[in-house]
T-cell receptor
Framework: DTGVSQDPRHKITKRGQNVTFRCDPI?????LYWYRQTLGQGPEFLTY????????KSRLLSDRFSAERPKGSFSTLEIQRTEQGDSAMYLC????????FGEGSRLTVL | AQKVTQAQTEISVVEKEDVTLDCVYE???????LFWYKQPPSGELVFLIR??????QNEISGRYSWNFQKSTSSFNFTITASQVVDSAVYFC???????????????FGQGTTLQVKP
């Protein structure tokens, strides 16, 4: 499969726990993006990388959120001390022109 | 500031009807890209089209067509002879800048849920 893959697809956690999501972009794509989508809304930009450099972060990305792309290949998005408001679909995308999205990681915080 | 507005929250049509999804955008840039994505119930966003701000030619791809009007900042999407499989949420999106000035970041509208009934 040569698309964008995300893991896990679903995560249920208790408030206060930490969670980590992984994204593997399309192999030749040097840009990688994280978005968040809540029910009934369009995706909202969180952050993006060009190779291993994180070039932009949205104000939505509070200090509980951290994203990395250590070798310019896969990326991780960690949420510390989760809150119920963090429940959403976290989407990863990569591009060299059009943005290609993964299937998303759905987070439910109880 | 950049913004994308899809005023239609939900549309319901009967199969074989034509349907138009509206998209209005705001940007201070003169160079930008506009996109449409489809999100079926499975959840994955599927790319449909990208147009740049200098290309106002309407585009047709099978039953899909797009009308870009810079004068009204609109980029509307029409499905002709709709089918049940067209049922999905459709998103319009904007990305500012060309070439090295384009970060690829997309600003999405709120989406329009299209239900096509048999």
């Amino acid at each position: 499969d040569t698309g964008v893959s995300q893991d896990p697809r679903h995560k249920i956690t208790k408030r206060g726990q930490n969670v980590t999501f992984r994204c593997d972009p399309i192999s030749e794509h040097n840009r990688l993006y994280w978005y968040r989508q809540t029910l009934g809304q369009g995706p909202e930009f969180l952050t993006y990388f060009q190779n291993e450099a994180q070039l932009e972060k949205s104000r939505l990305l509070s200090d509980r959120f951290s994203a990395e792309r250590p070798k310019g290949s896969f990326s991780t998005l960690e949420i510390q001390r989760t809150e119920q408001g963090d429940s959403a679909m976290y989407l990863c995308a990569s591009n060299t022109g059009e943005l290609f999205f993964g299937e998303g990681s759905r987070l439910t915080v109880l | 500031a950049q913004k994308v507005t899809q005023a239609q929250t939900e549309i319901s049509v009967v199969e074989k009807e034509d349907v138009t999804l509206d998209c209005v955008y705001e940007t201070r840039d003169t160079t930008y890209y506009l996109f449409w994505y489809k999100q079926p119930p499975s959840g994955e966003l599927v790319f449909l089209i990208r147009r740049n701000s200098f290309d106002e030619q309407n585009e047709i791809s099978g039953r899909y067509s797009w009308n870009f009007q810079k004068s009204t900042s609109s980029f509307n999407f029409t499905i002709t002879a709709s089918q049940v499989v067209d049922s999905a949420v459709y998103f319009c999106a904007l990305s500012e800048g060309f070439g090295s000035s384009n970060t690829g970041k997309l600003i999405f509208g709120q989406g329009t849920t299209l239900q096509v009934k048999p």
